[in-house]
């Protein structure tokens, strides 16, 4: 197996399953507090009316034919055998506890289904949220990903993102003690930051000690409030030699059993203004391990420096 000279979810799916296994993203029809009006009807700038969905049958299919048009799709492209259930788009968390379990056992039914994972915001979730889906922990490998992007207040308050770092925190240790659930967190590079803020997000991230992490390169999409600043020349994007350097810097920082579930992503590309290199995503996950390797380092090098 080729060596990322970082712990990638992807390779590590396989070797704890002996199986490939892929995410199915489904859309249950969830609505986000940051856009109906509860804390704001603005939304965070980034954020499209998808709720930055990534896949096109939206709610036009059940959850169980999401899930098996999915499949069908991820085994003949890419010879998936064993899935998770990915609830993506908006805050996966955001209905009451009894709507969630039967929206949430509807995506488990099919025997080829491993896993769950439930994206959510931090200020979306309470005792009862989290004690049903640790519920699930015994039979079926379970995540919440919580969407942290930054932990610098300042830019909390710019993106318009509705809660503060310290609000991240107390759900983060909340949820550690549920000892079924795996945490990954998600921050976003790029949010009109100095490289300072970045890193500083990346060595409070670090010092959790994570289960999993995704990083984003922040994208301009159609029809959002980030694009309008983009267009008035008030945003300036990273390069892709500039964002490699940055992931980089960040993954010497994470835990080394941190699991990296993604460090590039396609876009949408329908509604994509910029960067356009993001749709080229193996070529930039190629070139962070080549920049790992360039440098003599791997994910993990610089964590004993933040203890």
């Known amino acids: 197996m080729l060596d990322r000279r970082y712990n990638a979810f992807s390779d590590y ?13 489904i859309d249950a029809g969830f609505s986000c507090p940051n856009r109906d009006g509860t804390l704001s009807n603005k939304g965070c700038l980034f954020c499209d009316e998808s709720g930055s969905f990534s896949q096109t049958h939206s709610g036009l299919l059940s959850i169980p034919e999401q899930i098996e048009s999915e499949m069908k799709f991820l085994s003949k492209r890419f010879k998936a055998e064993k899935f998770m259930s990915y609830f993506q788009a908006y805050s996966n968390t955001y209905k009451p506890v009894n709507e969630l379990e039967k929206i ?24 009862d949220k989290l004690s049903l889906i640790n519920s699930f922990a015994p039979e079926y490998y379970t995540w919440i990903e919580y ?29 550690k003690k549920y000892s079924g659930i795996n945490i990954c967190i998600h921050v976003i590079m790029n949010l009109f930051e100095t490289y300072e803020e970045m890193m500083y997000t990346a060595k409070k991230v670090a010092e959790l000690e994570p289960d999993g992490v995704k990083i984003h390169m922040l994208c301009v999409l159609e029809n959002t409030k980030l694009e309008k600043i983009y267009n008035q020349g008030k945003l300036n994007l990273m390069t892709e030699d ?33 960067p356009r ?30 203890k």
Request: glycine content about 6%; some cysteine; overall charge positive.
């Open 13 to 25: 799916l396989r070797q704890k399953f002996n199986a490939k296994v892929y995410k199915i993203t």
């Open 104 to 127: 949430y056992k509807k995506s488990l039914e099919h025997p080829d289904i491993v896993g769950i994972s439930i994206g959510t915001r931090p200020d979306c979730v309470d005792d």
């Open 147 to 175: 969407g942290l992007q930054t932990a610098n207040d300042k830019t909390l308050k710019k993106i318009n993102r509705g809660h503060d770092f310290n609000c991240f925190l107390k759900t983060y240790e909340k949820t």
């Open 242 to 274: 500039e964002y490699v350097s940055v992931v980089c810097d960040m993954l010497e920082y994470l835990p080394s059993n941190t699991t990296i579930h993604r460090l590039a992503g396609n876009g949408l590309r329908t509604k994509l203004v910029e």
């Open 277 to 306: 290199w993001i749709g080229r995503k193996l070529d930039t996950m190629n070139r962070v391990t080549w920049e790992l390797e360039r440098r003599g380092s791997r994910q993990g090098a610089k964590f004993e420096l933040i």
